[in-house]
């Protein structure tokens, strides 16, 4: 690697992650993807051209993999390429600073350290973009990782990290030593590392496949899933209402029987906007209800849009409302999961976990507003609920947890809604805004994730596709193709398990981050400290400052 140029070692750092990341078939390259990274952090003669080489390789890597955000957002992309790439720099930085002060001994641990407390900080901040969280990368393989239901996908990033770091210590050990007895036991160490995991979920999975085959074979009842197919861009937001929800009834009712419970359509079903306290009066509603009423035994749980009034005085409105000026009303406006039932009631949940530039405008970029706007993005940001919410039927069956797109890319974030009673995911999306890419097909595979985290069965309602049921397994099942309408049914047990992961939520990266912080404190005192002597020193040996 001396001979290769330094920018031409980070570009292969972003090929090697693109190769391995979901659809690809190549996963097995993320075990040795971060060496190029690696060498460049401990051959960098400075930090300055370290953070730019980081920094090039975090942009390829984000723009191969998710270059098809540029579809949806201008801003969106803008966020996603250069401003996570920079935020992604971070762990690396801190990694070359430990190395730089305590050698690679510590430096080593404490790159894994900082990468999960920086993926932790990722999904807890308003410019959240976990898309590219290291342990989503198994989403094609969810035979790997069957003991994410005690780590989340946290525990794969880890893996990730510490075979990458085995695999080029075992590199470097070979070029300055040969086959010795230190090589070897590195080389034993590695195979451990990558073989233990593999095993441990082997043997998980022969037990979760029976208890999920069990469950089934008690399950009576069937949920109904809908694709209805339709063009974000050309028609669903610009056609008939009326046309729309018509389309959704029909395909349902191909399916609907009477072992029917629940029936899903995707995020934004009915794209009208709707005051919330007028959803059994709003006339393009109608229909629903008229549907409901001919099937008394099912529950609908659909996308909509809709706003709720706060009225004049701006004390009573909520931090995230917009001025009507003609009217002088506050409101807000939200991405809402509505869960309606035959006797006109009806709960709702307003998606909390927004898109950074479309669906929300983080507070310390508010300035960007107007420019946000103009290139597709929103001016302020959308109301979000405070809290997770689980719908609840009348016969209390099947308690849904209603996801809501991005939101199920949140892995400790799932959790909350199984700890609240939820017995069964449904997520409801619109990948159309993408097109035909691999993102939509990403966004399915990290949903096996889910599965496994909480070993609860995925009903998933893609606008355009992919729809599926996902076992608890992570295996797809009757996965639809994208640009069809369609709608499948399936019989699906209404479990009560509790995984690990669910009950104590993602202790990994808690516990890392907390470290990750004790550790930058303790690099920040001694940093200090040198500069301190140094500046002594200097001064001690400069005449003119005696």
């Known amino acids: 690697m001396k001979r290769i140029p330094p920018v031409l070692v980070a570009l292969s750092g972003s090929l090697l992650l693109w190769a391995a990341w979901p659809v690809s078939p190549l996963t097995l390259l993320i075990f040795v993807a971060w060496i190029p990274q690696l060498w460049l952090s401990t051959h960098a003669t400075s930090w300055k051209k370290l953070l730019w080489l980081t920094w090039l390789q975090m942009v390829g890597w984000n723009v191969l993999t998710t270059w098809w955000i540029w579809n949806a957002s201008l801003p969106g992309a ?64 969810p035979e790997w990782v069957q003991w994410y239901q005690y780590t989340g996908t946290s525990g794969g990033t880890t893996w990730v990290l510490v075979t990458n770091i085995l695999a080029f210590t075992l590199f470097q050990r070979f070029q300055q030593e040969g086959r010795s007895a230190a090589y070897r036991i590195n080389l034993i160490s590695l195979v451990l590392i990558l073989a233990i995991p593999l095993l441990s979920s082997r043997f998980i999975a ?30 669903k937001f610009t056609g008939e209402v009326e046309a729309q929800i ?47 009423l001919r099937h008394q035994r099912l529950s609908l749980l659909t996308g909509i849009d809709s706003y709720r009034e706060y009225g004049k005085n701006k004390k009573d409105a909520s931090v995230t409302a917009r001025l009507h000026a003609p009217s002088g009303i506050y409101y807000d406006l939200y991405n809402t999961a509505a869960f309606m039932e035959p006797d006109s009631s009806y709960q709702l ?24 706007e103009d290139f597709g993005g929103i001016s302020g940001t959308l109301g979000r609920d405070s809290e997770r919410k689980v719908f609840v039927p009348w016969d209390e069956y099947f308690k849904s947890a ?29 990948d159309g805004w993408w097109g035909n890419t691999p993102g939509y097909k990403q966004h399915m595979n990290y949903a096996r994730l889910r599965a496994i985290e909480t070993r609860l069965w ?17 295996n797809v099942l009757q996965p639809q193709p994208w640009d069809t309408a369609t709608a499948i049914k399936m019989t699906l047990p209404a479990s009560n398990r509790i995984t690990f992961y669910v009950r104590y939520g993602d202790l990994l990266s808690r516990a890392a981050t907390v470290l990750a912080l004790l550790l930058l404190g303790c690099l920040t005192g001694k940093s200090i400290m040198d500069w301190r002597k140094k500046r002594q020193l200097t001064a001690g040996t400069n005449p003119s400052k005696k």
């Not at 935020?87 to 894994?112: D, E, H, N, S």
């Not at 995925?458 to 992570?474: E, K, Q, Y």
């Open 78 to 141: 803008f966020g996603a390429f250069f401003v996570n790439s920079l935020v992604m720099c971070v762990p690396w930085m801190l990694f070359y600073a430990t190395r730089q002060k305590w050698g690679t001994r510590i430096a080593y641990p404490a790159l894994v350290l900082f990468w999960l407390a920086f993926e932790f900080l990722h999904h807890n901040w308003e410019l959240s973009w976990p898309w590219l969280t290291l342990g989503n990368v198994f989403a094609t393989h």
């Open 206 to 235: 022969i037990n979760e496949r029976k208890l999920a085959a069990a469950d089934l074979a008690q399950s009576t009842r069937n949920v109904v899933v809908v694709q209805p197919n339709i063009d974000p861009y050309t028609e």
């Open 246 to 292: 018509q389309k959704l009834i029909v395909l349902s009712e191909k399916q609907i029987d009477k072992f029917t419970s629940l029936v899903v359509w995707p995020e934004t079903a009915i794209p009208a906007q709707v005051r919330e306290d007028q959803l059994k009066e709003d006339f393009r509603y109608h229909a629903v209800w008229s549907f409901l």
């Open 349 to 372: 949940y307003h998606k909390a976990k927004l898109v950074p530039g479309v669906e929300t405008l983080p507070s310390f970029l508010g300035f960007m507003g107007s420019w946000f």
């Open 402 to 430: 209603p996801i809501i797109c991005y939101e199920s890319i949140y892995s400790d974030y799932i959790t909350e809604y199984v700890r609240k009673g939820a017995n069964l995911l449904t997520i409801i999306t619109n």
């Open 458 to 474: 995925v009903a998933r309602s893609a606008n355009t596709g992919i729809s599926c049921f996902i076992d608890p397994l992570g």
